[in-house]
């Protein structure tokens, strides 16, 4: 499959890249994506939620009235879940939400998350670039020159560059990260996907294995 190179300046070069059908022409497995997105989000949950039980509420044990002659049930202590101020009957423990997939699916799904942005006319290929220095402006400028200033858009390098890091850091709408970094949630959670040249070759190698 090719795709045509753009400049920064949203500028057709005139050159044209090779992708690969393995990865960004499949046919995408809604099942695979919806798995690794699941783990993704469940994994951001920090399960620390806790309530306290019966044993772990501050009161007294003193047995409240006696045990018959009341006409109303039998109850033993003010911590008793059914009073009010009483522990909370099988509540929330601190866990993990994290889950096993294996690699074989996680990678699948992202192919799937590829391929499906192309088949949306979604995908961006855009040449290298760097940043003498972190300018927002800059990038801002780059974004309205590709037609991304109201767009979610997520830039994919194919080395660090903190220049350009930097540079979109303080917009809420646009991402920067490397090829390495990249999750089905990542590709799919944006309204634009921009590879770079240089992130090709490795996002292609660590799908292919």
Known sequence: MEVKVLDINGK???RKVQLSDAVFAIE???HAIYLDVKQYLANQRQGTHKAKERA?????TRKIKKQKGTG???????KNPLFKGGGTIFGPRPRSYSFKLNK??????????FSQKVKE???IVVEDFNFDTPSTKKFITILNALGLENKKSL????????????SSRNLKGSKVVTSSELSTYS???TNKLILTEGSLEGIEENLSK
């Open 155 to 166: 830039f994919v390098l194919g080395d660090s560059n903190k220049n350009v890091y930097l």
């Open 12 to 14: 057709d070069t005139g």
């Open 187 to 189: 590709i799919l959670n």
């Open 121 to 123: 006319s979604e995908l």
């Open 104 to 113: 074989a699916l996680k990678r699948l799904a992202r192919k799937s998350a």
């Open 72 to 78: 109303t049930a039998r109850a033993g202590s003010i």
């Open 28 to 30: 995408p497995n809604n």
């Open 56 to 60: 772990e509420v501050t009161g007294s």
